[in-house]
C-alpha cells in the first residue's frame, strides 16, 4: 500500500507535469541529461526497466530536463561522446577492454564524463568488483579507487544524505576517482538499482535489507544525488553554501 | 710657430704643372695666355679639393690644465656654480703657480672663456662625455689633467663609460657642497612593484631629498597623471636636519585594471630652488587578483557542469554560482530540511553584491518565479555602463526572450535583437559554427593564424541555436550556418562588455574533441575578454622604463605565448606627429622578442603589437618622452657615484671642496705634461675660390672665341 502511494505520488505528477510542461519535448538533446547505459559482453542491463522510474523521478522532484529515452552505448560507439553521464552495471565478470577501448574509456573520463558504476550483484568480492578493479587498474594506472567521505558533495548535491544505502549495505560507502577537481567515477557495490526494480505488476522486486522501504528511499535518494552530481559537479561545496547547509543539518 | 701642412698630392701636382707650363714657353703669346689661364685654373681646382691648411701649433712653457665648470640648469638653480666659482677663484693663483690654466664653461659642450663668472646663465642639459672630449680635442693628449666643477647629473645621450676611459687625461673632480641657502625638495623616484591587484591596499615608497628644509612641513601626495586633481594618498612629511633623503612609504588602493601612471609630488615649499623635481612618476599594471564570476543558471546540465568545472579549475577566477536546482512544479517528496537546497538570494544579489562581481553569466535563466523587480535589470545594466561590468547571456529553452529578458532594461545592452513575442524560435539541427572573425580574442583559439582556423574547423558539431539577430553595432564572431543566425556576439557597451552564445551545447567541444585544451581555451577567453582584459591575447610588451626622453632610445621585449617567430609579428610606434613605422623585432629567448627605437620627439607615442595577417593589434600600449630639458630640473643633488666613476677610470681623483686645497690638487695632475694648442686654418675652404675658378673658365672661353682658337 506504501508502496502503491509512492508510486501516485511521483507518477501522476510526472504524467501531469509532462502534459503541462512549456518546454517543447523534441528529438534533439540539446542540453538535456540523457541516461546512458554501458552495453558490453556479457550480464550488462540486469533492470531494463529502471531507468524509465528514475526519470521520472528526476523530472518531478528536480529543475533536470532529462531525455525521456534511453540511450544504450558501446565503449566503441560515437553516441557515447554525446552522453556526458555513463551508467556501467553488472553482476558477473566484466570483459577485458582492449587497447583501443582503454583509450576511448579513459578519454571519455578525462574529456568531462562521468560514470557511475554498480556492483549489482551485492555480494563482496564477487566476479564484477574483481574483474572491473582489474579492467580499472588497466586504464588508469597511476589513479585508484577512493572512498568518498560522507561530506562529499554527491552526499547532498540535491537531498542531504547522511550514509549511503543500496538494496543491500556490502559497503558503508562509495568509491571514486577524481579527476581535474571533480569525481569522474563512482563506484557503488550496494546495488542501487536494485532497489528501483519492479516486476511486471508494478511491485518491487527485491526487498532492500536490513531496513526495508526506508532504505530503498534513501537508496532512491542517493541515485538523484548522483545524477544531480553529474550536471552540478562541486556545486554543494561551494563556500556561499556552507552555512546554509551546515545550519540545516544541525537541525 | 706656423707650418705648412698639406697631401703630397699638391707637391706631385705642382711639378706636374711647371713641366707643363715650360712646354708652352716656345708657343704662341696667345697660346701661352689662353694656357695659363688653364693652369691657373687647373690649379685653383686642384687647392681647393686637396684643401692645404696651416696649424698654429702653441706648445705651452708649463704643464696645462683644463678646467671645466658645470654652468648648467641645475647648477645655477641651487647656487652651486656661484660656490663653485668662489671656491676655485681661491686656489687659481696658487694652482697657476705649477700649471697654465686653460677655462671652460660646459652644458651641453665646453666652450673656452677667458674667466669663470658666477653669474653665467644656465644651460639646459648637462653633456659631461662630450665636453671632456671637446676639451680633450682642443688640447691635445699632453694635457697634465682636467679639473672638473660638476654635480654630476649627466643627461647627454651618451654615457661617459668608454668617453672617459679614452681621454687619457686624469680627471680630477671636486664634489662641491650644497650652498645653505638653498631650499628644495626633490622627489627622487618611486619604489614599487611593477604591478598591483586591483582593491587591494598597495604601499609605495617615495624617495624624497629635502635641502635646507628643516622643520618645514612638507606635503606629499600620491596622484593619478590623468587626475592630477584626485590625491589618492597623501601625507606630510618634516626634516629633522638641513639636508636629509627620506624614505615615505604611502599606500593607496587601485580602483580599476589596467596600466596606470601615477605621480609622487610634493607641494612647492616657499623659496623653493625649483619646483620642476617636486614629482616623479611611477607606471602600474593594475590587475585583478581574480576575477570574480556570478554564474547563474536555470537549470542544471551538462553545459553548467562543464563550464563550471572550467571556471572552478581557473585560477584566475572566483566563482559563486547558483544553479536552480528546483522549480515551483517540482514536487519535493521529502521535508523541507532533507533537501539540500539553499535559497536564491536575489535582492541581496542585485542590489549590494553585484558591484563586487566583474562578470555576470545568465545560463537559460528566466528571472520570471524569482520575485525580480525592475530595480534588479537596471542595476545590471547600470554595473555594464557605468562599473564596466560583463554580462553573458547564454543557452537554451529559457534564454533570451524566453526567459522574458526581451521586455527588461538589459534589452538595450543585449548585442542581439531578441522576439518582441515573449519567445525565440529555435533551429535543433548539428552544425559547425561559422566563424566569421577568428582574430577577435575571443576567437584565438591559437595564436597561429592559420592553426586557429584548423582548430575551429576540427572542432566537435554543436546543437540547437536559437533565432536571434545581431545588433548592428556587435561582432557576430560566429553564426550557425542555418540562416546564418548569429551564434557567438559581443559587443562593447559604455564602459562594459556584453556577449550572447544562442547555445547552451558547447559542452561537447570538450567531450567530443580529443582533449578539452580548445574547450577550456574559448571559455577563458571569454572570462578574460567580459572583464576587460586588455590583455586577452596572452601578448605583453614590456618595456625597459617607465619614462623616457627625447632623443632616448626605448628598448622592448615581446612575451609571446604562443612562441611564434619574429615574422608572424609586426610591432608599430605611432609618432606623435602622427606617423606609423614598423621597427624590426629581433629573436630572442623563452618566448621573449626585443625590439626598439629612438625617441626623437617629445609627447605620445603609440606601440601595437600585431599578428603578421591581421590589422588587429594584439597589445597596444603608450609611452611618452618628456622634453630633455625637464631632466635638467628635475635633479639638483649630486651625483656623486658619476663623479667617482668619471675620477676612477680616467686615473684621476674625487677630492671634496670643503677640503680640497690647491696644493692636493696640484698633486693629481701630471707633472710634466705639455699641451699642444692646435689651431687649423684652411687656406682653401671659402666658396669664394670656387667663384674665382668659374671666372676663369668663363674667361677662358670668351677668350678662346674671340681669338679664333676654338
Request: with cysteine.
Amino acid at each position: 500500500m506504501r508502496n502503491l502511494r509512492l508510486r501516485l505520488l511521483v507518477i501522476l505528477p510526472a504524467l501531469l507535469y509532462t502534459m503541462i510542461s512549456p518546454v517543447v519535448i523534441t528529438a534533439a538533446q540539446l542540453n538535456k541529461f540523457v541516461f546512458t547505459q554501458l552495453r558490453y559482453d556479457g550480464q550488462w542491463d540486469p533492470y531494463p526497466e529502471t531507468w524509465g522510474d528514475i526519470i521520472e523521478f528526476l523530472a518531478t522532484a528536480t529543475s533536470i530536463s532529462p531525455q525521456r529515452e534511453r540511450r544504450v552505448a558501446s565503449i566503441d560507439d560515437k553516441e557515447l561522446f554525446s552522453s556526458p553521464f555513463l551508467v556501467i552495471l553488472g553482476s558477473e565478470s566484466f570483459p577485458k577492454f582492449n587497447k583501443n577501448q582503454r583509450e576511448l574509456f579513459r578519454r571519455y573520463l578525462s574529456n568531462g564524463g562521468i560514470v557511475l558504476v554498480e556492483d549489482s550483484s551485492a555480494m563482496r568480492g564477487g566476479a564484477f568488483d574483481s574483474s572491473f578493479r582489474s579492467e580499472l587498474a588497466a586504464v588508469f594506472p597511476e589513479l585508484k579507487l577512493k572512498k568518498l567521505p560522507i561530506d562529499h558533495p554527491l552526499m547532498r548535491s540535491y537531498y542531504f544524505l547522511r550514509k549511503v544505502s543500496g538494496r543491500r549495505l556490502v559497503n558503508n560507502f562509495v568509491e571514486g576517482i577524481d579527476i581535474s577537481g571533480r569525481t569522474a567515477l563512482i563506484y557503488s557495490q550496494n546495488d542501487l538499482f536494485g532497489a528501483w526494480a519492479r516486476d511486471r505488476m508494478g511491485n518491487y522486486l527485491w526487498e532492500c535489507a536490513p531496513s526495508g522501504q526506508p532504505q530503498r528511499f534513501e537508496a532512491q535518494k542517493l541515485t538523484m544525488n548522483i545524477i544531480m552530481y553529474s550536471v552540478t559537479g562541486t556545486y554543494k561545496s561551494d563556500a556561499i553554501h556552507r552555512p546554509f547547509l551546515e545550519q540545516k543539518m544541525n537541525r | 710657430m706656423q707650418e705648412f701642412s698639406s697631401s703630397p698630392l699638391i707637391l706631385i701636382s705642382a711639378v706636374f704643372l711647371a713641366v707643363l707650363a715650360g712646354s708652352f714657353a716656345a708657343a704662341r703669346i696667345r697660346l701661352v695666355l689662353s694656357r695659363i689661364i688653364r693652369v691657373g685654373m687647373a690649379v685653383l681646382l686642384l687647392l681647393v679639393v686637396l684643401r692645404p691648411s696651416v696649424s698654429d701649433r702653441n706648445a705651452s712653457a708649463n704643464p696645462v690644465i683644463a678646467v671645466m665648470m658645470d654652468n648648467s640648469n641645475s647648477m645655477v638653480l641651487t647656487k652651486k656654480l656661484r660656490e663653485a666659482v668662489k671656491y676655485f677663484r681661491q686656489i687659481e693663483n696658487d694652482l697657476k703657480k705649477n700649471f697654465e690654466l686653460k677655462y671652460y664653461f660646459f652644458s651641453s659642450d665646453a666652450s673656452p672663456v677667458k674667466s669663470f663668472s658666477p653669474d653665467s646663465s644656465g644651460g639646459r642639459s648637462t653633456d659631461i662625455s662630450r665636453s671632456l672630449w671637446t676639451v680633450r680635442r682642443e688640447n691635445g693628449a699632453g694635457l697634465a689633467g682636467i679639473l672638473l666643477f660638476t654635480d654630476g647629473n649627466h643627461n647627454g645621450q651618451q654615457p661617459p663609460g668608454r668617453w672617459v676611459s679614452d681621454l687619457n687625461v686624469p680627471v680630477t673632480v671636486v664634489s662641491l657642497s650644497q650652498p645653505s641657502s638653498v631650499r628644495d625638495v626633490e622627489v627622487i623616484g618611486v619604489n614599487s612593484a611593477d604591478f598591483a591587484f586591483k582593491n587591494t591596499p598597495l604601499t609605495v615608497s617615495v624617495a624624497v631629498r629635502l635641502t635646507g628644509c628643516a622643520s618645514v612641513p612638507v606635503k606629499l601626495s600620491v596622484r593619478s597623471k590623468n587626475d592630477k586633481s584626485r590625491i589618492i594618498a597623501a601625507k606630510t612629511i618634516t626634516a629633522d636636519k638641513q639636508s636629509e633623503l627620506v624614505s615615505v612609504d604611502m599606500q593607496f588602493t587601485p580602483e580599476a585594471g589596467g596600466r596606470f601612471t601615477y605621480l609622487a609630488m610634493a607641494e612647492p615649499v616657499e623659496g623653493e630652488a625649483t619646483s620642476a623635481n617636486n614629482s616623479a612618476e611611477f607606471v602600474l599594471d593594475v590587475i585583478r587578483d581574480k576575477t570574480r564570476a556570478l554564474y547563474i543558471c536555470g537549470r542544471p546540465g551538462p553545459e553548467y557542469a562543464f563550464l563550471r568545472n572550467v571556471l572552478k579549475n581557473d585560477a584566475n577566477v572566483e566563482l559563486v554560482s547558483f544553479v536552480i536546482l528546483r522549480r515551483p512544479e517540482n514536487i519535493a517528496l521529502v521535508p523541507e530540511h532533507d533537501l539540500a537546497l539553499i535559497p536564491f538570494p536575489v535582492h541581496e544579489l542585485f542590489t549590494k553584491e553585484l558591484f563586487n562581481f566583474d562578470i555576470l553569466i545568465l545560463d537559460n535563466f528566466s528571472y520570471r518565479g524569482f520575485g525580480f523587480r525592475d530595480e534588479y535589470f537596471s542595476n545590471i545594466a547600470k554595473w555594464v555602463r557605468e562599473r564596466g561590468g560583463g554580462l553573458l547571456i547564454k543557452g537554451g529553452e529559457d534564454a533570451f526572450a524566453n526567459g522574458g529578458w526581451n521586455s527588461t532594461a538589459l534589452a538595450d545592452i543585449i548585442p542581439v535583437e531578441m522576439s518582441d513575442s515573449g519567445a525565440d524560435s529555435m533551429i535543433y539541427e548539428s552544425y559547425k559554427p561559422m566563424v566569421a572573425d577568428y582574430s577577435h580574442p575571443v576567437m584565438l583559439l591559437d595564436d597561429n593564424p592559420k592553426k586557429n582556423r584548423q582548430l575551429w574547423e576540427n572542432l566537435p558539431a554543436l546543437e540547437g541555436c536559437r533565432v536571434l539577430k545581431a545588433k548592428s553595432q556587435a561582432s557576430a564572431l560566429a553564426f550557425c550556418p542555418w540562416r546564418e543566425l548569429p551564434l557567438i556576439t559581443a559587443w562593447q557597451y559604455k564602459k562594459g562588455r556584453v556577449a550572447a552564445i544562442a547555445s547552451d551545447t558547447t559542452w561537447r567541444w570538450a567531450l567530443q574533441a580529443p582533449t578539452p585544451r580548445e574547450y577550456n581555451k574559448f571559455w577563458t577567453n571569454v572570462i578574460r575578454y567580459l572583464s576587460s582584459d586588455e590583455n586577452v591575447s596572452g601578448y605583453k610588451v614590456l618595456l625597459d622604463k617607465s619614462r623616457y626622453f627625447a632623443g632616448q632610445e626605448f628598448n622592448a621585449k615581446i612575451y609571446s605565448p604562443g612562441q611564434s617567430r619574429p615574422a608572424e609579428l609586426r610591432l608599430s610606434l605611432t609618432e606623435p606627429s602622427g606617423p606609423q613605422r614598423f621597427l624590426e623585432i629581433k629573436t630572442g629567448t623563452n618566448m621573449l622578442f626585443t625590439a626598439g627605437a629612438k625617441l626623437d620627439k617629445a609627447g605620445l607615442y603609440k606601440i601595437s603589437l600585431y599578428s603578421a595577417n591581421s590589422s588587429k593589434p594584439l597589445w597596444s600600449g603608450v609611452l611618452q618622452a618628456g622634453e630633455a630639458s625637464i631632466l635638467e630640473d628635475s635633479n639638483l643633488g649630486n651625483n656623486e657615484t658619476m663623479l667617482k666613476y668619471i675620477a676612477e677610470v680616467s686615473g684621476g681623483a674625487l677630492l671634496n671642496q670643503k677640503n680640497a686645497s690647491a696644493g692636493m690638487l696640484s698633486d693629481k695632475f701630471r707633472k710634466g705634461g705639455r699641451s699642444e694648442t692646435r689651431k687649423k686654418k684652411e687656406l682653401f675652404k671659402s666658396p669664394l675660390w670656387m667663384f674665382v675658378i668659374t671666372a676663369f673658365f668663363v674667361f677662358d672661353l670668351l677668350f678662346r672665341r674671340k681669338k679664333g682658337l676654338l
